[in-house]
Antibody, heavy 118, light 108 residues
Framework: QGQMQQSGAELVKPGASVKLSCKTSGFTFSSSYISWLKQKPGQSLEWIAW????????SYNQKFTGKAQLTVDTSSSTAYMQFSSLTTEDSAIYYC???????????WGQGTTLTVSS | QIVLTQSPAIMSASLGERVTMTCTAS???????LHWYQQKPGSSPKLWIYSTSNLASGVPARFSGSGSGTSYSLTISSMEAEDAATYYC?????????FGGGTKLEIK
C-alpha cells in the first residue's frame, strides 16, 4: 500500500519562497509520476504540475509556470515543490499525489498547509 | 482547458435514498480518463471511482459510475451516513488535468 508523507505546516512572509516535501513509500518511486495540487478552503482542487521521478521530466500548469519548481531525490523517494514570490493568494493546502495508469490520483499525501502572511 | 461542471453543488439525502450527481465536461472526455474522488472535512481526497465506472479499493458496492462523452454521473443506490462528503470529478483526457467544483452530499 503506497504512502505519501508531506512536510509540516508553513508560515511565511509575502515575497519569500518555500520548499515542500513529499516522502513516498510502498511503490516504485522511480517509475512514478507525482503531481502537486492546490486547494483553498471551501474550494475545489487545482493541478499545479507533475514530475516523472525516473527522469525528472516535468509538466506545469501554465498558471504556475515560474511560480512552482518540482524536483525529486530518488535516493530517498522524495518529491519536492519549491514555491517562490509568495503572495497571500498562495495560502492554501498543497497535496502531492501519485498518478495511476489511467492518470487518476491513487495515493495522496495528507496535505501541507501554507499560510502567507506578514 | 476542459471545464467540468458538477450538479448539484449541494444536496441532501435521507438514509436509504438513491442519490445521483452529475459531471458535465465542456468537451468530450475519454471515459478511461474520467475519475471521482471523495473528500471529507480535514482529510485528503480519496480516489473513489476510476475510469468512469471502476470502484477503487474498499469502496462499497452501493456506489456506481457511468457516462460517456461529456456527461458522467455517480450514483449511490442507498444512502448511508458515512457517504456524507464532497465528491469531485476529475479529467485527465487532456492537459491540464481539471476538477469539477464538487457536489457536497449531506444527510437530510
Amino acid at each position: 500500500q503506497g504512502q505519501m508523507q508531506q512536510s509540516g505546516a508553513e508560515l511565511v512572509k509575502p515575497g519569500a519562497s518555500v520548499k515542500l516535501s513529499c516522502k513516498t513509500s510502498g511503490f516504485t518511486f522511480s517509475s512514478s509520476y507525482i503531481s502537486w495540487l492546490k486547494q483553498k478552503p471551501g474550494q475545489s482542487l487545482e493541478w499545479i504540475a507533475w514530475i516523472y521521478a525516473g527522469t525528472g521530466g516535468t509538466s506545469y500548469n501554465q498558471k504556475f509556470t515560474g511560480k512552482a519548481q518540482l524536483t525529486v531525490d530518488t535516493s530517498s523517494s522524495t518529491a519536492y515543490m519549491q514555491f517562490s514570490s509568495l503572495t497571500t493568494e498562495d495560502s492554501a493546502i498543497y497535496y502531492c499525489a501519485r498518478h495511476s495508469y489511467y492518470r487518476d490520483f491513487d495515493y495522496w499525501g495528507q496535505g501541507t498547509t501554507l499560510t502567507v502572511s506578514s | 482547458q476542459i471545464v467540468l461542471t458538477q450538479s448539484p453543488a449541494i444536496m441532501s439525502a435521507s438514509l436509504g435514498e438513491r442519490v445521483t450527481m452529475t459531471c458535465t465536461a465542456s468537451s468530450s472526455v475519454s471515459s478511461s480518463y474520467l475519475h471521482w474522488y471523495q473528500q471529507k472535512p480535514g482529510s485528503s481526497p480519496k480516489l473513489w471511482i476510476y475510469s468512469t465506472s471502476n470502484l477503487a479499493s474498499g469502496v462499497p458496492a452501493r456506489f456506481s459510475g457511468s457516462g460517456s462523452g461529456t456527461s458522467y454521473s455517480l450514483t449511490i443506490s442507498s444512502m448511508e451516513a458515512e457517504d456524507a462528503a464532497t465528491y469531485y470529478c476529475h479529467q485527465y483526457h487532456r492537459s491540464p488535468p481539471t476538477f469539477g467544483g464538487g457536489t457536497k452530499l449531506e444527510i437530510k
